[in-house]
Nanobody, 116 residues
Framework: VQLQASGGGLVQPGGSLRLSCAAS????????MGWYRQAPGKQRELVAT???????NYADSVKGRFTISRDNAKNTLYLQMNSLKPEDTAVYYC???????????WGRGTQVTVSS
């Protein structure tokens, strides 16, 4: 599967962004998918996952603010991010759930910067 994240940008604290991830090369709907992020000087971390049937899980740091969703017909993964904080600043990536499958190529990710 090939993955390309988009939708990042510069936003003020308290603002919102919606990230998209286009998947190609395999049957997207078969995979539990996740959003990950990597801040400068930090390890990549899991933000949220969504199962094929739509069950979701979130990191405590984003719970109640972020919503992961998927459109299997469009082979697209989404991350709606609300009430953004400066500590959400990172490069965001999409990939399969690494606890179940081997990671695919990470791609370049999309930069999210939260700053006034």
């Amino acid at each position: 599967v090939q993955l390309q994240a988009s939708g990042g940008g510069l936003v003020q604290p308290g603002g919102s962004l919606r990230l998209s991830c286009a998947a190609s090369g395999t049957i997207f709907s078969f995979y539990r998918m996740g959003w990950y992020r990597q801040a400068p000087g930090k390890q990549r971390e899991l933000v949220a996952t969504i199962a094929t049937g739509g069950v979701t899980n979130y990191a405590d740091s984003v719970k109640g603010r972020f919503t992961i969703s998927r459109d299997n017909a469009k082979n697209t993964l989404y991350l709606q991010m609300n009430s953004l904080k400066p500590e959400d600043t990172a490069v965001y990536y999409c990939n399969v759930d690494g606890s179940i499958y081997p990671f695919r190529s990470w791609g370049r990710g999309t930069q999210v910067t939260v700053s006034s």
